[in-house]
């Protein structure tokens, strides 16, 4: 994930609706991509994760997609409910090429309106 | 299965002094690694511990170091604390060495004055 300031952009949407949550990262060797989930006072929650030699992989209500060519993921979560109000991030590795350590995105907060 | 546990929850140190923060893995996982959250900087990595021996390392200062037992339970000590320590440390458990489906702890927030 890329690294930002201290501003973190904010998705709302509409209790019921289809949540799309993206995130870009830097270096093309990444390999292992994996999102999760931070409410407050909490420590971040695995969500799912996906490998390089996948494009697409499905969990409960949620989809990550991954665009290695233009480095992009994205997370999808389907009919969203108040209870997926939180910061999300994005996490890559490149375990490949011995970057084992996840680098994480500034995240992005996402507001559930009921 | 209980999930990863930190302690203290909550810390208030003064600059220069020293602090432990301890975490303890899943059952089972033999991986640990320490990370720390700030506004400003996000979520970075601090090291990895596996097998009683630190696999990985991040760009922080001497000043932070850690340790795993055999029972796979990590500490983290920061000596000489300063000001800009204050954050949110976090340590994420894992079955194995590496980034693969790390779980997370709530995390130890310290506080330096």
């Known amino acids: 994930g890329e690294s930002v300031g201290l501003h973190l952009p904010t998705l709302s949407v509409q209790e019921g609706d289809n949540s799309i949550i993206n995130c870009a990262y830097s270096n093309s060797a990444s390999d292992y991509f994996i999102w999760y989930k931070q409410e407050s006072g909490k420590g971040p929650q695995f969500i799912i994760d996906?490998?390089?030699?996948?494009d697409k992989r499905q969990g409960q209500r949620v989809t990550v997609l991954l665009n290695k060519t233009v480095k992009h993921l994205s997370l999808q979560i389907a009919a969203t409910q108040p209870g997926d109000s939180a910061v999300y991030f994005c996490a890559d590795s490149g375990m490949d090429t011995g970057r084992r350590a996840l680098t994480f995105g500034s995240g992005t907060r996402l507001q559930v309106q009921p | 299965k209980a999930g990863v546990t930190q302690t203290p929850r909550y810390l208030i140190k003064t600059r220069g002094q020293q602090v432990t923060l301890s975490c303890s893995p899943i059952s089972g996982h033999r991986s640990v690694s320490w990370y720390q959250q700030t506004p400003g900087q996000g979520l970075q990595f601090l090291f990895e511990y596996f097998s009683e021996t630190q696999r990985n390392k991040g760009n922080f200062p001497g000043r932070f170091s850690g340790r795993q037992f055999s029972n796979s339970r990590s500490e983290m000590n920061v000596s000489t604390l300063e000001l800009g320590d204050s954050a949110l440390y976090l340590c994420?458990?894992?079955?194995?060495?590496?980034?693969?489906?790390?779980?997370f702890g709530p995390g130890t927030r310290l506080t330096v004055t």
């Open positions: 996906i490998r390089s030699n996948m």
């Open positions: 994420a458990s894992s079955a194995s060495y590496g980034p693969l489906e790390q779980y």
